[in-house]
Each structure stands twice: as structure tokens, then as C-alpha cells.
């Protein structure tokens, strides 16, 4: 395959994770961050020590602080930023890119307020004229799996099936296997709701619940995703592949899972403020909680498991308490409730 410069935006664990896959690919790849600290350390010494400690990462990956040099003649335009961030970053890239790109989001978010999906940000901020379209890449991975180069599997989403094949392209080889797939809405609501979810199997597990409680919440979870996925034009069975279950199981049940990790703390009594502030990183399922909250009451969707770790979060509910009301609540048939 021809060489091509992609530019990632975003030095976190899983920007950079993805740029040592095109490295490997033999992709001439530069990684956009606002940190200086972190720019020099992967530059001069290889490492991105703040997010993937003792990585050693290939020499080929090039860091800077300047947006247009990392999108200076790049055919791909990864967006690795936190959802809250991606709004902002859009708009700069739409301000800087001379030319239409491919635009490769991987960020699992819906942004409070509008409801809106992280692809429908991209639109909404970067121009038409500046991208030739928006692929989304998401799937069960956790970075730090990535960076030992253990094997993972994940999915280009794109309406436009020959620009996810592009991306396919691009980041598979032997450790990283990538399917297409044209169901954008599904990708996306699956990736972010697992978040959810997955805070409320660590608030289970720091509850000490044990694995019939977490099967339970996961199953039950994953009908909730579905429904809220098809009433806004999801395909079904998109929740049966590797944006939907795949990435609801690894996010609920690894100690990678900053989701899960924080739910865990929860659980054990912690409040919010300093769960958040022992994490240090950013924890996606926080702000998607808030944001289904208001859209399944607007589309009418029943979400009870949602709505319970939403009042963990917001409401200072006690997570015992939480999950008390969800095993009290009245008589149903299971396949009434998919």
C-alpha cells in the first residue's frame, strides 16, 4: 500500500495507541497534542510515559504542537480528543485544512444538549467542502492492549462503504483486524452507551454483587442501548456486533476500563468530585449519562438502569439503594422489554 500521512489529533492513550499501529503499517503518522511536556517526550525519548507508562513507541511517530503542521498534505484525519473537546477541535481543523479529508473520528460520546452525535459534530463544525466524508472507528479496545500489540478487532463505519474500506486499509495488519460496516448511527450509539453500562457494572462490582449481578445488568443494558439505538434509526442487529455487545463486554468487565474503574469506585462509597479527580483522565460514561438522561425521557424510551446510575451520579443516590429499585421494579416478560 501506497504511504500516506495521517494525522492524529490527540496524544492520549488511545491516539497514540492507533498512531503505533500506523507506524507499524509503515504510515507516515504525526500526533497533535496542546501539551508540551508530552510533544517533547514522544519525540525525544519515544514514550508517552502520562498514558501508556512504559510503552516503548516506534520512531517513525512524529509530535507537535502546531494543528497545521499535523495537517499539513494528510490524507486522513484521525479526531483521538475527549467528546467534550471535539466540538472545539473540529471547528479549528475546518479553520485550518485547505483541502476536503477523510475524517476518522474515534471518540464514544453523545453531547449533552443537543443529543448529538460526536459524526454530527463533525458535520455540524467541520465544513462540507473540507471533508470527503466521516468514518467512525470504535469497537471493543482498550489502548493499552493495543501498544502490546495483542489482538483486537474493530469496525470502519461509514454510509459510504468505499471510504470505510480506505480506512480498513489504512490500520489493519496482523494485530489489528478491521471490518466495515454502513451503520454510522448504530456505531456510535453503541460505543457510547456501553459506557454507561459499564459504570454501572463497577458500581455492582465495588457493591460486591458478583458476575449474576453483572450479567444481568450487562443483558438488560444492552436491550436498553438497542432500544434507544433503533427508535433514532439504528440497524438491530449493529447491537449484536463488535460497536455493540463486543464493546459492552470489554468495557464492563476489564481493569483498563476507566468506566468501570470509576463505577467501581462508586460503589465503594466514593462521591463523584473525587472519583473523577483520583482518575485523572477523562471518564466518557459521566457526560453521556447526563445526556441520555434528557433524550430517553424526550424520545420516550424506558431506561431504568440508565436512569439509575444518572441519580448515582447527579442525584446522590446511594448505589445499594439504586439497585434495590431496579430489582423491585413490577413483573415484566423479558422479550416484551427488547
Not at 496542546?34 to 525525544?44: A, G, L, M, S, T
Not at 460486591?208 to 434509526?233: F, H, Q, S
Request: with cysteine.
Amino acid at each position: 500500500m501506497t504511504k500516506q500521512k495521517v494525522a492524529i489529533l490527540g496524544a492520549g492513550s488511545w491516539g497514540t495507541a492507533l498512531a503505533m499501529v500506523l507506524a507499524d503499517n509503515n504510515q507516515d503518522v504525526v500526533i497533535w497534542g496542546n501539551r508540551e511536556d508530552i510533544v517533547e517526550e514522544i519525540n525525544q525519548e519515544h514514550r508517552n510515559s502520562h498514558y501508556l507508562k512504559e510503552t516503548i513507541l516506534p520512531e517513525g511517530i512524529r509530535a507537535t504542537l502546531s494543528l497545521s503542521d499535523a495537517l499539513a498534505a494528510a490524507e486522513f484525519v484521525v479526531l483521538a480528543v475527549p467528546t467534550s473537546a471535539m466540538r472545539e477541535v473540529a471547528k479549528q481543523v475546518s479553520e485550518t485544512l485547505s483541502e476536503p479529508r477523510i475524517i476518522v473520528h474515534v471518540s464514544k460520546g453523545i453531547e449533552p444538549d443537543t443529543n448529538m452525535r460526536m459524526s454530527e459534530v463533525i458535520e455540524a463544525e467541520i465544513a462540507p467542502e473540507k471533508r470527503s466524508g466521516i468514518v467512525v472507528l470504535s469497537g471493543p479496545s482498550h489502548a493499552e492492549e493495543v501498544a502490546l500489540r495483542h489482538p483486537t478487532t474493530l469496525c470502519a463505519s461509514c454510509s459510504d462503504h468505499h471510504l470505510a474500506k480506505e480506512v480498513q486499509d489504512v490500520f489493519i495488519n496482523n494485530n489489528l483486524r478491521i471490518y466495515t460496516n454502513e451503520d454510522v448511527i448504530g456505531a456510535e450509539i453503541g460505543g457510547a452507551l456501553k459506557n454507561i453500562i459499564a459504570l454501572g457494572a463497577g458500581i455492582s462490582d465495588g457493591l460486591g454483587y458478583g458476575d449474576n449481578a453483572k450479567a444481568a445488568l450487562m443483558t438488560r443494558g444492552m436491550a436498553e442501548i438497542t432500544r434507544l439505538g433503533v427508535a433514532v434509526g439504528s440497524d438491530p442487529q449493529t447491537f449484536y456486533g463488535l460497536t455493540g455487545i463486543g464493546d459492552l463486554i470489554v468495557t464492563c468487565t476489564s481493569v483498563h476500563s476507566r468506566n468501570w474503574n470509576a463505577g467501581n469506585m462508586l460503589g465503594k462509597g466514593q462521591q463523584l468530585d473525587e472519583v473523577l479527580s483520583n482518575m485523572g483522565m477523562v471518564v466518557e460514561g459521566v457526560r453521556t449519562a447526563k445526556a441520555v438522561h434528557g433524550w430517553a425521557q424526550e424520545l420516550g424510551i424506558d431506561m431504568p438502569i440508565s436512569e439509575a446510575i444518572y441519580e448515582v451520579l447527579f442525584s446522590g443516590k446511594d448505589p445499594a439503594d439504586a439497585v434495590d429499585h431496579l430489582m423491585g421494579r413490577k413483573k415484566k416478560e423479558e422479550k416484551e422489554t427488547f
